[in-house]
């Protein structure tokens, strides 16, 4: 009985073990790195992930987690950080960007992503300025 217990015992220790070996590898291996976006590329996701969106210039959140997106037709993209990749989503129309204090509320309209706040430092473009509710 006593040695029944002690293989469980030794058992879960090298499954715990190799648990932190695995997460330790991974770690090793960069996926615990935050994805890092630049003008052209929050500019090349929106295109690529919305159908008919022609960008023109985006302005990026601070440390590059996240950007709004111009199109050449004027309408806006939020390209927002999700795990290790990014979620695009088309802002609905004119007064959904919102300056608050830590940077700016963007009303997406969605029922899991109804609004969030992107930190775009001041001042904002030209462009982003007629977007403003």
């Known amino acids: 009985m006593r040695l029944a217990a002690t293989c469980q015992t030794v058992q879960i220790l090298l499954s715990l073990l ?14 615990h790195a935050s994805p890092r976006l630049d003008e052209a590329g929050a500019m090349a996701e929106a295109s690529a992930v919305l159908p008919g969106f022609r960008a023109q210039s985006a302005v990026l959140a601070e440390n590059g987690r996240g950007a709004l997106v111009q199109a050449e037709d004027g309408s806006l993209a939020a390209v927002l950080p999700l795990a290790d990749g990014w979620v695009v989503r088309r802002l609905p129309a004119r007064g959904a960007v919102q300056p608050v204090e830590a940077g700016l509320r ?18 904002h473009p030209d462009w982003l300025e007629g977007h403003f509710a």
């Open 18 to 31: 190799a648990i932190l070996a695995l997460a330790a590898f991974a770690w090793a291996l960069g996926f």
């Open 106 to 123: 963007l009303r997406l309209d969605e029922p899991m992503l109804r609004s969030t706040i992107l930190r775009i430092p001041s001042p």
